[in-house]
């Protein structure tokens, strides 16, 4: 291994026999990581989200007992601040901060004969700092050890109220799910409690010259707030007494609003989950793709070994694995969404194999 003269950056040349050893033990993850990426196909496919609890419920004037009902009316709360964030009307307030701090980072560049392991320790903004001590670069183990002094919160407004004709419920703000057309931003700098912190861009720095530059022990601040809307918001759930709360559907238990009426908030819930149900799907695409590459690593391994037309064969089956990835992905989500078509198809083509051999047996021999 070579240690640069300063002490801040190694580099170690990754051999053969180490490189075919890796890829030996990533056909382990590969076994695992394809049947779990269809299992999370599966899941995803199958899970029960808020836009099918909600799709048949009724207003609250019309409520059954026990089944999903939306209130639509003018939202109030007890007024909540944090520690950066004066008290104000808001439904929730967070913050989170990041520290300017030594980081060793290890990477690995370059393919077949080439490919090297590098380390280098280099100041990057992080929200979980680790002790230089526990490096291993001899000019990193001696840098400074810069922790955050905020802590990551949310405060969330309590006594929520929902009035709508006249009559006032009681909604717990904490279960409930907001959805997307709920918006959060940073506060104006004049509904902040900035003291030392200083406002730029997205962030609370701790000093002006933190907000200028880059420098190391900076810490940065993300605030961020969901103030109460003006006009009417609706939620769903179920009502006991005047307290709406959550709804159980198929063992999972939903409670979501959103700025407007039924009908759009009910949008903005089904938009909600058709953007969950894509990453996940698109997730377990990546799974799948990644375990069909780790199946074929030591092959690709050996094909990065040969110059230019061993690295533009190894990317070829690298492209081609996509593809049989996204084909069975699709295939599998297909298969589990329409079900009842491929049973259909089965007991269509057993019944035809079955009326095929009775009228063979029923025919007499020429």
Known sequence: MAISSDGMSSSESVGFFSQFGDSIKGILTGFALIPLSLFLVFKVETCTQAGDAFKNAKPVTQMEEGKPVYITGKLTAQ??????????????????????????????????????????????????PESPSKFQLPACKAKAFHQRSVK???????????????????????????????????????????????????????????????????????????????????????????TLGKYTYKDEAFMSAGIGDYAQTMAAVKSDDSTKKWIGRFISFLM???????????????????????????????????????????????????????????????????????NATATPAT
């Open 288 to 358: 799948l793709w990644t375990g069909l590459s780790l199946l074929v690593g030591p092959v690709t391994m050996l094909l990065d070994f040969i110059p230019f037309v061993g690295t533009m064969g190894s990317s070829a089956i690298r492209f081609v694995l996509g593809i049989v990835a996204f084909v069975i992905t699709a295939v599998t989500i297909i298969l589990v969404k329409f079900w009842y078509i491929w049973l259909l198809l089965i007991v269509g083509a057993v019944g035809y194999g079955y009326y095929k051999k009775k």
């Open 152 to 242: 990551s919160d949310t405060n969330v407004a309590t006594g929520g109220k929902l009035s709508s004709d006249g009559k006032s419920y009681s909604v717990n703000l904490a279960d409930t799910d907001f959805t997307s057309s709920v918006p959060s931003s940073k506060p104006a700098d004049n509904e902040l409690n900035m003291g030392r912190f200083v406002s730029s861009g997205t962030y609370l720095y701790s000093s002006s010259s933190c907000a200028n530059n880059e420098v190391e022990g900076c810490e940065r601040v993300s605030v961020s707030a969901i103030p109460i809307p003006d006009g009417d918001m609706t939620f769903l759930g179920t009502l006991k007494g005047d």
């Open 79 to 128: 007024p909540v601040g944090s520690l950066f964030v004066k008290t104000g009307s808001y439904i929730s307030v967070s913050e989170s901060s990041e520290v300017y701090a030594w980081d060793e980072e290890e990477r690995t560049e370059g393919e077949g004969s080439n490919k090297k392991k590098v380390r280098e320790c280099k100041l990057k903004w992080t929200s979980d």
